[in-house]
């Protein structure tokens, strides 16, 4: 999005980002600002926390691109990651047909890292929700008490993709919440990366944590 936006911005492509957020956390200004700052968007980005954007595409997926004409149709979309070839040769077709001329026709090729990078391919592990609205493959022997504290022991041989809590947690609909250290969270994963979206307590105090692979450092 970002290299599309600043290769055809003088040839009047016009990127909108919509933020239509998940989990309440995301619903916060301060961190759909910094996020952006993060990822250095250069795009206007409106907020969509009560989902009117959304509900008005009839959208259902993260992410989904709409590719808008001069007139303002919608004449093509696309839903999830990739195939993005196919996505800029559209936003050229819409962009000669809107009057531009000379355009560079290559593709754009990217090389992003961190977060951005695409999926490795040989992904066999899928997003898991420590919240019980959406938690699937708990693999911890007891069973999770819902809004209230209770202690937990980490499976000792989980199977791929099961996960479990070590220690005092309170779980809600959205996220873990450790009461008292120790904790621990065991996942078995099969991927190039982990992502975790971890933060700290009410009182904004930093919070230490470590990160074992195979029960080492890791690299």
Do not use: C
């Given at each position: 999005?970002?290299?599309?936006?600043?290769?055809?911005?003088?040839?009047?492509?016009?990127?909108?980002?919509?933020h239509a957020p998940e989990f309440g956390f995301e619903k916060e200004r301060a961190n759909v600002q910094n996020a952006v700052r993060d990822l250095n968007v250069i795009y206007p980005l409106a907020i969509d926390s009560n989902h009117r954007i959304w509900d008005?595409?009839?959208?259902?997926?993260?992410?989904?691109?709409?590719?808008?004409?001069?007139?303002?149709?919608?004449?093509?979309?696309?839903?999830g990651e990739g195939d993005y070839g196919e996505s800029e040769h559209v936003i050229q077709e819409l962009l000669k047909a809107n009057g531009a001329?000379?355009?560079?026709?290559?593709?754009?090729?990217?090389?992003?890292?961190?977060?951005?990078?695409?999926?490795?391919?040989?992904?066999?592990?899928p997003e898991t929700y420590v919240g019980y609205r959406q938690a699937q493959r708990f693999a911890s022997p007891e069973r999770v008490a819902q809004d209230s504290r209770k202690t937990y022991s980490p499976p000792k041989t989980p199977s791929?993709?099961?996960?479990?809590?070590?220690?005092?947690?309170?779980?809600g609909a959205e996220s873990g919440v450790l009461q008292s250290a120790p904790g621990k969270i065991v996942f078995r994963f099969h991927s190039r990366d982990v992502h975790m979206v971890l933060g700290p307590a009410?009182?904004?105090?930093?919070?230490?944590?470590?990160?074992t692979l195979d029960g080492a450092r890791a690299g």
């Open positions: 999005m970002k290299a599309w936006a600043a290769k055809y911005k003088d040839v009047g492509l016009v990127v909108i980002g919509v008005a595409f009839n959208n259902e997926y993260w992410p989904a691109d709409y590719f808008i004409d001069g007139s303002g149709r919608i004449r093509y979309h696309h839903f001329t000379g355009l560079d026709e290559s593709t754009v090729r990217i090389s992003a890292d961190g977060i951005e990078a695409p999926p490795s391919g040989e992904e066999q592990s791929l993709n099961e996960w479990g809590l070590g220690g005092p947690w309170n779980v009410k009182n904004d105090k930093p919070v230490r944590f470590k990160v």
